[in-house]
């Protein structure tokens, strides 16, 4: 037996905002959408992971997701365009990334990475 995914669930009744965040800003594509569930996703493939944290590093708080992007300071620019403003970042940090942390609009901590 193998775990083949892990998928995160926010609960919204908000999908509008839910496709404006993750789909215009991140440029992930909806690839189910039930009317109650919409599930976006990337390019890339990965292995199934999950962290647990006492911090965030650098002294910072656990994010609610990490998100690792190809191009950190284009979505970095569509954030602040967007009128959102980064709690922290962008910092290059010691264990090879860069990276910045957002609030999307449910109010989940976001680490948006990008390896060095």
Known sequence: MAVKRIVSNIA?????????????????????????????AGDGMATPQISFASEGGSGTPVPD??????????IHRRVIDAGLVPEYGPMREPWGVRRFFVRDPFGRLLNILSHA
């Open 65 to 74: 997701l990490s998100i690792e992007v190809d191009d950190l300071d284009a």
């Open 12 to 40: 919204t009744d908000r999908m509008d905002a839910a496709r404006a965040f993750y789909g215009s800003i991140l440029g992930l594509e909806p690839v189910m959408d039930h009317g109650w569930i919409v599930t976006f």
